[in-house]
């Protein structure tokens, strides 16, 4: 795995891009996964949810909107700045992850194995950490994403590997030890609505990830898996 550096992150960022953060907190159009969230929404006070490749703990922040009262950390290899989760963050490996068997309620995994050489060894990492019970979260993005050429997503990332179908992501819960609840690919039409009129307004914004925002959720270029972790006997 690559060791990050802050310049990694710096198209990511939007806390400048004043009208993508509008839409993203004031809106609400960022899309979500109601499979997760309808389990973030039910966790108890004091939950403890783990996002593995955190990056700029953007997905932890959406989560702790979703239930202000759980407890988040984030853990990444590299050095984000402007951490937006309001949770602790970590620097770490996902194929070595410093926590005790059983320590988190729900553990989330975007967008980080489609980086790696050894995805099995990071899912099973997921899995170890997870309670008995507890869920477990990938998202990852998909084959449309590496062969649409007018929006090159995933191989304009000299860092990515592979991309995922959801049934690789179902069978790498299965091989790292987890049950397999649901899967599917991540779409909104809202984010669409927006991602059009946006596309030619954030490359004059300078966001280099205007065209990734409308093709992703336009195209199914993200696919996601969902799981929970059996009771270890």
Known sequence: MTK????YYDPYASSSLTLRRFVRDRLRLTPRVSWLFR?????????RVLDVGCGRGGFLELMERENPTIATIGIDLGSPPDYLAQGGLLRGSALALP????????????????????????VRELVRVCRPGGSI????????AAWMPLFNVFWDDPTHVRPYS???????????????ERSGVKTSIPAVLFGLP???????????????????????????AGGSTPARG
């Open 166 to 180: 959801r049934t690789g992501l179902e069978r790498l819960l299965e091989i790292a030890g987890a049950d397999v």
């Open 39 to 47: 389990r973030i929404a039910a966790l108890p006070e004091g939950a």
């Open 198 to 224: 946006y596309l030619p307004l954030g490359v004059l914004l300078g966001d280099r990830q205007a065209k990734a925002m409308f093709a992703i959720y336009a195209f199914g270029f993200a696919v996601w």
């Open 137 to 144: 979260y990938i998202e990852t993005p998909s084959p449309r």
């Open 99 to 122: 926590f005790a068997d059983g320590s988190f309620d729900v553990v989330t995994c975007a967008h980080v194995i489609e980086h790696l050489h050894d995805p099995v060894a990071c």
């Open 4 to 7: 990050f550096s802050r310049r």
